[in-house]
C-alpha cells in the first residue's frame, strides 16, 4: 500500500514539473532575456541616465506604470557606466541570464535567483571582460506581457553574503 501511494505521488510531482514548473521557468527565463536585452542596451545609450532614461525596462509592455522608472540593477550599472565613462568607456554589453531558484507566491508573483554574466568591451581594448552577478528578481505575472511575466524588481547581490554557489549553468 505505501508503495502505491510513493508511486502517486511521484507521478502527480512529474506531471506537476511538467505542466506547471516546466512552462514557468521557460516564461520567466524569455521574460528576463528580453529584460536583460533592454538592461544591455542601457549601457551604450547616452540619452539614458538615473534620473531619465527613455528606454528603461519600465516601457517593457505589460509593466504597471506605477513601477520605478529603473530598477537597482539598473542604476547599479548606470552608475559603474557613468564612473567608468572618462577612463575606460564601455562600448558594448551583452548578458546571459542562468536561473538558479524560483518560488512562487499564492498571488502569483514569483521571486527567482537569477545568475547575470555580463561581457563588456571597452574603447581602445580588444580583450572584453567578464562578471557573473547573482541577483535577486520579483516578476509580476500579467497578460500584457508576451512572456506572461514582467520585472518589477531587480537587485544585485553579494554571492559570498548570501551563500550562493559559483557556478550556475545556462538555462536551455
Avoid at 30 to 41: E, F, H, L
Avoid at 110 to 117: G, L
Avoid at 139 to 152: F, H, N, Q, S
Wanted: aromatic share 6%.
Amino acid at each position: 500500500m505505501s508503495l502505491l501511494i510513493i508511486s502517486f505521488a511521484l507521478i502527480g510531482a512529474t506531471i506537476y514539473h511538467f505542466r506547471v514548473e516546466k512552462p514557468r521557468i521557460a516564461s520567466i527565463n524569455s521574460a528576463m532575456t528580453g529584460y536583460q536585452k533592454v538592461v544591455d542596451a542601457e549601457w551604450n545609450n547616452s540619452d539614458c541616465a538615473i534620473v531619465n532614461c527613455p528606454q528603461s525596462s519600465k516601457g517593457i509592455p505589460g509593466v504597471p506604470i506605477d513601477r520605478e522608472l529603473l530598477t537597482a540593477a539598473e542604476r547599479f550599472n548606470l552608475e559603474i557606466r557613468d564612473s567608468m565613462a572618462t577612463v575606460l568607456p564601455i562600448t558594448q554589453a551583452r548578458s546571459d541570464i542562468a536561473i538558479y531558484n524560483v518560488k512562487g507566491k499564492i498571488d502569483g508573483t514569483v521571486t527567482a535567483i537569477i545568475y547575470v554574466t555580463t561581457t563588456k568591451h571597452y574603447q581602445g581594448d580588444d580583450k572584453p571582460s567578464s562578471e557573473t552577478i547573482p541577483h535577486k528578481v520579483t516578476l509580476l505575472p500579467t497578460k500584457d506581457a508576451r512572456d506572461g511575466y514582467v520585472v518589477m524588481a531587480d537587485e544585485p547581490l553579494d554571492q559570498v553574503k548570501e551563500h550562493l554557489p559559483d557556478l550556475v549553468l545556462p538555462n536551455d
